[in-house]
């Protein structure tokens, strides 16, 4: 029988992968000028939510919880208006994505209550993984938006994580 902690950190995995796989369906099915394609100039891309996902969970995942140096330019995440194609998108977010599920597969449930400080913000360990998850969420849902405006297209994606 699991614990409460254990099984947040396998939901908190389980849903993570299950979005991540959103992202890839919804923008493998867009044409490389469409991953930069923004509605307006204060909109973001597609290309500029998987850059900005991709620190997100490193900040705070991989940085906050993992220990390993923060390296996130978070400017550069929505300044970027080209460089990489689909593929090398895909390919860094779900790395990064994959990275941090490691993370918290091997973090022992006594530590969601330790304190860390992604962004100089004092929060708990399972604060830090909620808001994670929470955010890859909501920015998962803004790809999904502009791959069915780009493509016209029922997506037909899962909506549940499983394990």
Not at 8 to 37: A, I
Not at 54 to 81: C, K, L, W, Y
Not at 120 to 146: E, K, S, W
Request: with cysteine; aromatic share 6%; hydrophobic share 40%.
């Amino acid at each position: 029988m699991a614990t409460v902690e254990q099984a947040f950190l396998v939901f908190s995995t389980s849903k993570l992968r299950m979005l991540m796989g959103q992202v890839e369906t919804c923008v493998g099915k867009l044409e490389e000028s469409q991953v930069w394609g923004r509605t307006g100039d204060n909109a973001n891309s597609a290309g500029n939510l998987c850059l900005h996902l991709e620190g997100n969970v490193r900040q705070f995942v991989i940085h906050s919880i993992g220990g390993q140096p923060d390296v996130r330019v978070r400017d550069a995440e929505f300044g970027a208006r080209g460089g990489l194609t689909k593929q090398e998108l895909l390919s860094k977010l779900s790395a990064c994505v994959e990275e941090a599920c490691a993370v918290m597969e091997k973090l022992a449930p006594e530590r969601l209550l330790e304190t860390v400080a992604p962004m100089g913000r004092t929060m708990l360990t399972l604060d830090a993984i909620y808001q994670v998850v929470q955010h890859f969420a909501l920015h998962t849902g803004q790809v999904i938006f502009l791959t069915k405006a780009f493509t016209g297209e029922d997506l037909n994606l899962p909506r549940f994580a499983t394990k």
